[in-house]
């Protein structure tokens, strides 16, 4: 059974940092690609980055220059840094996997984590 587990979130002030762990197990890890995503209030769940088994990273566009992915394949987990935290960053966040070496679309990841709170005070 594949569970992924996230933690690390929690109530920050705007301009602070957080790193959100995913901890997996169940699958071999170093064979999936990792992501991250996001789901603020009232809105979408949405892509925020993601890292591949080769450890080729990509991120949303409009948040890359403060996001930092990165992944322990010794310790089946992955990481997402979040600097300059903003209110707009409040909400839940996700860890994925999936198959695809690239994927940014909710249905193309084959694995779900029940998400951490991340709510960012102005």
């Known amino acids: 059974q594949v569970q992924l587990v996230e933690s690390g979130g929690g109530l920050v002030q705007a301009g602070g940092s957080l790193r959100l762990s995913c901890d997996a197990s169940?699958?071999?890890?170093?064979?999936?690609?990792m992501g991250w995503f996001r789901q603020s209030p009232g809105k979408e769940r949405e892509f925020v980055g993601a890292?591949?088994?080769?450890?080729?990273?990509y991120y949303t566009n409009s948040d890359k220059g403060r996001l930092a992915i990165s992944r322990d394949n010794a310790k089946n987990t992955v990481y997402l840094q979040i600097n300059s935290l903003k209110p707009a960053d409040t909400g839940v966040y996700y860890c994925?996997?999936?198959?695809?070496?690239?994927?940014?679309?909710?249905?193309?990841?084959?694995?779900w984590g029940q998400g951490t709170q991340v709510t960012v005070s102005s």
């Open positions: 994925a996997a999936t198959g695809d070496y690239y994927a940014t679309i909710r249905d193309q990841w084959n694995y």
């Open positions: 169940g699958l071999s890890f170093s064979s999936w690609t």
């Open positions: 890292i591949s088994r080769s450890g080729s990273i």
